[in-house]
């Protein structure tokens, strides 16, 4: 049985969001519990020159429902990028899933080969479907997923690899 572009994107990218969310979770329990203001942690980055925690979770978002909607062919949704709260990213990270799941298998069909098109500050980029989710969309959404982890581990989040991966 082969791995169709469906079973390598939307599962994945719930999964992942889900266990975000989790994390979330306990980063709001672990301020709380150390008398830390919560949006010290949504503020936090790990150095000067890259995004705090807040920007880390949309763009992590938007590479997953970006995925999914130009491999499926359906609009990509347009979030305003104004989170500043626990409660705000979390919802951010559900409206996500519930968008991915919209998703069906059908609409992604063939897709692999399909051609598309994403615009960059500076170009145009171009990828056979399948280069696109596992060359471009899944190591950005990776990235971005693994620098939220990082920064709430930092600052001294009690999170573990299996936090990350969550139940096996």
Request: charged share 20%.
């Amino acid at each position: 049985m082969s791995l169709s572009m469906y079973d390598a994107s939307v599962p994945v990218f719930v999964r992942l969001l889900t266990n975000l969310n989790a994390l979330l979770d306990k980063s709001l329990a672990h301020a709380e519990a150390k008398g830390i203001a919560p949006e010290v942690l949504v503020n936090a980055r790990l150095a000067p020159d890259m995004f705090p925690l807040a920007r880390q979770i949309q763009i992590a978002t938007d590479a997953a429902k970006g995925c999914v909607a130009r491999l499926a062919q359906i609009e990509v949704p347009s979030y305003a990028d104004t989170e500043s709260n626990f409660a705000e990213l979390k919802a951010r990270i559900d409206k996500t899933i519930a968008f991915v799941q919209q998703a069906t298998p059908e609409q992604m069909q063939g897709s692999e080969t399909r051609t598309i098109t994403i615009k960059v500050p500076d170009r145009e980029l171009q990828f056979p479907g399948q280069a696109f989710l596992l060359f471009f969309a899944m190591p950005n959404f990776y990235f971005h997923v693994t620098t939220a982890y990082n920064i709430l581990r930092h600052n001294g989040v009690p999170l573990g690899k299996m936090d990350y991966l969550g139940s096996v």
